[in-house]
């Protein structure tokens, strides 16, 4: 097998692996190193929405579809809307994103988009073996997802999966100035399931109904609830469905981030970098790869201080409830948007508390579940 040479190969060109190689070739440091971006498909299409919050401008405002500063937490007994300044919650359509990115990395010159499948990677001979040709480099970044996790004894797991229609209306039906966190009006039987709502105009929003579960569901399902919530919760009868989107995120607290080693860097969902008890991970992407190109300008490996420990013992102990009581969702979130304000909720879900405002996070959401998950996740 004839092989391609690098100096850096980035394996996987989702949103980890893209977000990595724009700073690349963004910094200096970089300019006119040749960084191959090889993936199994790189035709990806506008089939995803990313969200996330941030406080004032962001770096990717320009291709920002709808922006809100207000959200709404309903659960069966509570109504709540949250005022989120001075965050704002932003949402991104992968379309764009992936036109930006390759866009810029095309007119740099240094970066080569290769459509293979890595099979494996030899850190002796320093070879990404694919199956079509091998590519050496001195560094590789890794973004695909150890098959070891789902079967690991130790680790919390369970599944975000969801179903997302985009629909129009014929009369104005939406508050365009506030989207929808969670509504737990309707639910699949003992289970946390909701529907999220993103309006995109008065006469426009993303509806999606979304599980967190050890199980998954056919499609069918989701088909269901979809229609139910729009004509019974919503009350729309006339409407058209213009856009579909379906996904899996893995929601755990596996250590895919301890199969880096001094010459492979695991990123993206193979990296931990997805928050396992919520499945976001745009701004977590955004930060990681900020803390990679530090480590490689300080002459340290790409991985260190990547991950907090902690959070993912938090993270860990809220995923082991999940699993094991499932039905108590809703109750456990009602109590996360009641207890505490948008504000707390941000910054915890961005690791950036201290140790007291974490534990008041946890006292708020206190249920006798949690004593034995605590027990299971530390000893």
Known sequence: MWSSNFYYVIVGGGLAGLQLALEFSRDLFFKGKSIAIIDPNLNNQGDKTWCFWEKGAGKWDDIVTKNWEKAKFISSTTNKTLELSP?????????????????????????????????????????????????????????????????????SKIFQHFKGW???TEKPQFDRSVFTMMDYRLKFKESTSFTYVLPLSENKALVEFTFFTPFLTEEAVYDEYLKNYIEHI???????ITESEM?????????????????????????????GSTGYSFKHTEKK??????NIHAGKAPSKDLIK??????????????????????????KFYTKNTPQEIFKYLDEETSLSEEIKIMISLFHPVFIKSFFRKTF
């Open 87 to 155: 965050y704002t919650y932003k949402m991104i359509r992968s379309v764009d994103f992936y036109t930006k990115v390759k866009k810029e990395l095309e007119a740099t010159g240094d970066f080569h988009f290769i459509e293979d499948e890595i099979t494996t990677i030899d850190p002796v001979r320093m070879i990404a073996e694919g199956r079509k040709r091998g590519y050496t480099a001195t560094h590789f970044f890794d973004s695909r997802i150890s098959s070891e996790y789902l079967e690991d004894p130790k680790s």
């Open 166 to 168: 985009v629909i129009e």
């Open 234 to 240: 919503l009350k729309i009868e006339n409407y058209k």
């Open 247 to 275: 996904g899996v995120i893995p929601m755990t607290d596996y250590p895919f981030h301890s199969e880096s080693i001094p010459e492979i860097t695991k990123i993206g969902t193979g990296g931990s970098w997805v928050k």
């Open 289 to 294: 790869v900020a803390q990679i190109i530090e």
């Open 309 to 334: 420990n902690r959070f993912g013992w938090y993270d860990g102990i809220f995923l082991d409830v999940l699993k094991e009581n499932n039905d108590l969702g809703e109750d456990i979130f009602s």
